[in-house]
Every structure is written in C-alpha cells, then in structure tokens.
C-alpha cells in the first residue's frame, strides 16, 4: 500500500465516520450504544498505548538511579 492510497483510506474512514455522527440522532437505541462502546473502546486503546510509550520513553530517557549495594553476610546460629 502506497502513502497515496493510505491517505485514500484515511480520508474515507473520516468521512464515513462523520457520516455516522450526522445519522446518529435519528438512530435507534441500539445503534447508539453499539456505536459508543466502539468509540469507547477506540479510545480506551489509544489511551493505554499513550500510556505505554510514555513510560517507555521515561525509562529510557531518565533511567533509575541507583544507591550503592550493601553486602549481606551470613549469620551465624547462636
């Protein structure tokens, strides 16, 4: 798929979402909540991947610092 044909699709994908939203007020029940839970999903993935490559890139831009290591020694039984 070519960057023109991508953009293609993007561009149809908007506008049949855009046409969804005009029809949506004249939909039934079910349509409507159908329609949010996709909206919400949608969402809901989008968010958890913002949150994902933010901590990603925290970790590798500022990586943790570290205290020195104390030695653990043995105890002896009494």
Known sequence: MTAADFVREMI???ER?????????????????AFSVIVL???????????A???CCAHCCCPEQR????????VTPR
């Open 12 to 14: 149809a994908v908007g």
């Open 17 to 33: 979402l855009l046409l969804k939203l005009q029809r949506l007020p004249q939909s039934e029940p079910v349509e409507i909540v």
């Open 41 to 51: 999903f949608t969402a809901t993935v989008l968010l958890l991947l913002l949150v």
């Open 53 to 55: 490559c933010s901590c």
């Open 67 to 74: 205290g020195r290591k104390a030695q653990v020694r043995p």
